[in-house]
């Protein structure tokens, strides 16, 4: 098939193709620029992996949790796209995309991701989950200690594996563990693939109309939020 994938949520931009099984990537570290950087991002890997758009069959976009402003941004160019294109815009979930990255790896995946100072997305995925493409929607917010308790609580059953990016106030509870840590540096808009097939597969893709940022938090006037 041929698809276009979009991954904005923190720290990175990408876009890829996947045209005839071979991948093409482009990658900007002006995550924080994404309303000027993403759309040039996303023609130059069109033209890099000679695709036309008018070949697409369709776009994944990785739907958050993640930064407000970027998550915003990815979405509507993705959604102007399709819309153009009159293509099928399948949501990726961040969290189990970022866990199911890690394919060679047994027993239970904690991915984490950051929300704002001291405060955490997390959600852990079983691995034989991932691989047959099903998964939960339940993200949690918390702080480093409440990551560390349920590290521990997954430990007691299951080998485990917390994977994040920059992780720095984590890092010394986990070394405390003995839990194995993965940078997600790793993780991109090639990450998307995997699970994108599948949720196309099953015919779960969501009119445009239906195709919202995943926020997971809420944000209020005058700064406030919860």
């Not at 866990?99 to 955490?120: F, M, Q």
């Not at 521990?152 to 920059?166: E, F």
Request: hydrophobic share 45%; glycine share 8%.
């Amino acid at each position: 098939m041929n698809i276009l994938a979009i991954e904005c949520t923190h720290e990175t931009l990408s876009a890829a193709v996947l045209k005839e099984g071979i991948v093409t990537e482009a990658v900007s570290v002006e995550w924080k620029r994404a309303a000027e950087s993403l759309v040039p991002l996303v023609e130059q890997v069109m033209t890099e992996g000679r695709l036309n758009r008018k070949e697409l069959e369709y776009i994944a976009i990785s739907s958050g949790p993640g930064s407000f402003t970027s998550l915003r941004i990815g979405m509507s160019v993705a959604k102007g796209m399709a819309y153009g294109l009159g293509i099928p815009l399948v949501p990726v979930p961040t969290m189990p995309a970022m866990a199911a990255s890690l394919r060679a790896v047994e027993g239970t995946v904690l991915a984490v991701i950051p929300a704002r100072k001291g405060e955490y997305y997390y959600g852990s995925y079983r691995s034989a989950d991932l691989s047959s493409g099903v998964w939960h929607d339940e993200v949690q917010r918390g702080s480093a200690a409440d990551i560390a308790t349920a590290v521990a609580d997954i430990a007691r059953n299951s080998q485990s594996v917390v994977v994040g990016r920059r992780l720095i106030e984590l890092l010394p509870l986990l070394v405390a563990s003995s839990t194995e840590y993965r940078e997600a540096d790793f993780f991109s808009a090639r990450s998307l693939f995997f699970v994108a097939e599948k949720l196309f597969a099953r015919a779960d893709t969501a009119g445009l109309n239906g195709v919202t940022p995943d926020y997971r938090q809420m944000f209020h006037p005058f700064g406030e939020r919860e």
